[in-house]
Nanobody, 124 residues
C-alpha cells in the first residue's frame, strides 16, 4: 500500500506564501499522476492543480492561475505545491492524491492514494 505524507501547511497572512510537500512510499511514484485537492468547510473536495508523470501541469481552478505551481521530484518521490499571493479564500485542508494509472482526472474518486491532509489558513 502506497502512503502519501504531506507537510508544509500552516497559518499565513494574506499575500504570503507556503510550499506544501507530499512524499510517497514505494518505488512507482514516477508512474503516477499527482493532484492537489482542497476542501473548505461545508464544501466538496475539488482538484486544484495536477501534474502528469512527465511533469506537465494543469490548473483546474481559475482562482489559482499564476499563483499556484505544482512540481515533482521523482528522485525524491515528492510532489510540491508552491502557493504565492495567498488569499483568505484559499483557506482549506489540502490533500495530495495519486492516480496509479498515470491519468489526470478531476474527480476525487479517480485517485487511488491520498495524503492525510494539511490545513492551510490564510488570515486577512
Amino acid at each position: 500500500q502506497v502512503q502519501l505524507v504531506e507537510s508544509g501547511g500552516g497559518l499565513v497572512q494574506a499575500g504570503g506564501s507556503l510550499r506544501l510537500s507530499c512524499t510517497a512510499s514505494g518505488r512507482t511514484f514516477s508512474t503516477y499522476a499527482m493532484g492537489w485537492f482542497r476542501q473548505a468547510p461545508g464544501k466538496e473536495r475539488r482538484l486544484v492543480i495536477a501534474i502528469d508523470r512527465h511533469g506537465s501541469s494543469t490548473d483546474y481552478e481559475d482562482s489559482v492561475k499564476d499563483r499556484f505551481t505544482i512540481s515533482r521530484d521523482n528522485a525524491k518521490n515528492t510532489v510540491y505545491l508552491q502557493m504565492i499571493s495567498l488569499k483568505p479564500e484559499d483557506t482549506a485542508v489540502y490533500y495530495c492524491a495519486a492516480n496509479r494509472l498515470g491519468l489526470i482526472r478531476t474527480g476525487w474518486y479517480d485517485y487511488h492514494y491520498w495524503g492525510q491532509g494539511t490545513q492551510v489558513t490564510v488570515s486577512s
